[in-house]
């Protein structure tokens, strides 16, 4: 079993339709848990971040965390085209310990919004 | 402000060649990571390094080297390019004090042939 599984999607919507983009991890350790935005041929770029259980709110943008279930979601309030892109969850440990903040990460889900 | 530098962006190697993956950062982080990134497979760790003179081995090391000998340097070594090795490589740092993040270099692709 992968540590982080990631819905593989790929995912395509309509412009103004709410997304929700999801993943599950095995590893009790985690805390930190991210979702990075890849566009094509770039590198990715950390979109959300949250510590153990509970939501973030940036925007359009939600981050939801539930340890006992182990899952970690992303909704995408009213998608745009510039939304368009590859979204890949991570977690880790921390930077302390033996983790030194390495992050495992899951498959991506490839999202279209199309006007 | 540059934050992680990848070089080349492009390569094509021929099967048993060599090359070197330059990565620099100007973030003064202590931490840095090599990933490489195949279709529909996510990021896989390379090696990683918390500090100039420190490296260790992630979930992927065969047929890599790396070496810190700065902060701000962290080379990535392909020793006899073998056709498993074309994908995509990502550079990225990350700051001690911060438990969440990396800052990616912008990857540089590479084909064996």
Not at chain 1, 6 to 27: F, H, K, M, R
Not at chain 1, 39 to 55: C, D, H, I, V
Not at chain 2, 65 to 71: E, G, K, L
Request: hydrophobic share 30%; charged share 15%.
């Amino acid at each position: 079993q992968k540590e982080v599984e990631q819905d593989p999607g790929p995912l395509s919507v309509p412009e103004g339709a709410i997304v929700s983009l999801n993943c599950t991890y095995s590893n009790s350790a985690f805390q930190y848990f991210m979702w990075y935005r890849q566009y094509s041929r770039k590198g990715p770029e950390l979109l959300m971040y949250t510590y153990s259980s509970g939501n973030k709110e940036d925007g359009r943008f939600t981050a939801q965390v539930d340890k006992s279930s182990k899952y970690i979601s992303l909704f995408i309030r009213d998608s745009q085209p510039s939304d368009s892109a590859t979204y890949l969850c991570a977690s880790g440990s921390g930077a302390g310990g033996t983790s030194y903040g390495k992050l495992t990460f899951g498959q991506g889900t490839i999202l279209t919004v199309h006007p | 402000n540059a934050g992680v530098t990848q070089t080349p962006k492009f390569r094509i190697l021929k099967i048993g060649q060599s090359m070197t993956l330059q990565c620099t950062q100007d973030m003064n982080h202590n931490y840095m990571y090599w990933y490489r990134q195949d279709p529909g497979m996510g990021l896989k760790l390379i090696y990683y390094s918390v500090g100039a003179g420190i490296t260790d081995k992630g979930e992927v090391p065969n047929g890599y080297n790396v070496s810190r000998s700065t902060t701000e340097d962290f080379p990535l070594r392909l020793e006899l390019a073998a056709p498993s090795q074309t994908s995509v490589y990502f550079c990225a740092s990350s700051s001690t004090r911060q438990s969440y993040g990396y800052t990616f270099g912008s990857g540089t692709r590479l084909t064996v042939v």
